[in-house]
């Protein structure tokens, strides 16, 4: 069974950067569709970032294009998610979620009823 482990998380100033790492066990990650969320503190979780494990085509939500950038090491066992630019609007917690059936990535698979496999999230908090 797969398990999904998120590290980097922390209290960073805005503007700072920050990696995230999705380290996962059990199963080769090259199997499945990785994706970030997060959640801010009541608010719905929502899609950060998607990445496919077919041709490594990627989905960004508008509020982080240009700043983030989602990768894979499939021979790590590991997806990452580096921010740049943090801004206080960043504040939540991060997870990682992957699935062996998404096909395609794109705005619409990238949303997290379509994953089931969970990882236990991480904290971000961009303040001055």
């Known amino acids: 069974q797969l398990q999904l482990v998120e590290s980097g998380g922390g209290l960073v100033q805005p503007g700072e950067s920050l990696r995230l790492s999705c380290v996962a066990s059990g199963m080769p990650l090259d199997n499945y569709a990785v994706g970030w969320f997060r959640q801010a503190p009541g608010k719905e979780r929502e899609a950060v970032s998607c990445i496919s494990n077919r041709d490594g085509s990627t989905y960004y939500a508008d509020s982080v294009k240009g700043r983030f950038t989602i990768s894979r090491d499939n021979a790590k066992n590991t997806v990452y998610l580096q921010m740049n630019s943090l801004e206080p609007e960043d504040t939540a917690v991060y997870y990682c979620?992957?699935?062996?059936?998404?096909?395609?990535?794109?705005?619409?698979?990238?949303?997290?009823?379509?994953?089931?496999?969970w990882g236990q999230g991480t904290q971000i908090t961009v303040s001055s």
């Open positions: 979620a992957a699935d062996r059936w998404i096909l395609i990535t794109d705005a619409y698979t990238c949303r997290s009823k379509h994953y089931d496999n």
